[in-house]
């Protein structure tokens, strides 16, 4: 994983207009980015930095 596909993710959940997809997706993106780092990700920091910016975005966090 690196910075490329995390912020192409944060685009997509941005974009989607699903309060629950959204939600899904941000749960997906952020357990993918806790096993790169988990594997050894020389730039963690900035792969969770980068993942967290969904917390800046509007959007109910709920499933059915």
């Given at each position: 994983m690196d910075m490329?596909?995390?912020n192409?993710?944060?685009a997509?959940?941005?974009?989607s207009g699903d309060d629950e997809e959204q939600h899904g997706?941000?749960?997906s993106l952020y357990e993918d980015v806790l096993k790169a780092i988990a594997?050894?990700?020389p730039n963690a920091s900035e792969l969770a930095?980068?993942?967290l910016?969904?917390?800046d975005m509007?959007?109910?966090r709920w499933y059915a």
């Amino acid at each position: 994983m690196d910075m490329q596909e995390i912020n192409e993710r944060v685009a997509q959940i941005a974009a989607s207009g699903d309060d629950e997809e959204q939600h899904g997706m941000e749960d997906s993106l952020y357990e993918d980015v806790l096993k790169a780092i988990a594997e050894g990700a020389p730039n963690a920091s900035e792969l969770a930095a980068a993942a967290l910016k969904t917390k800046d975005m509007d959007f109910s966090r709920w499933y059915a």
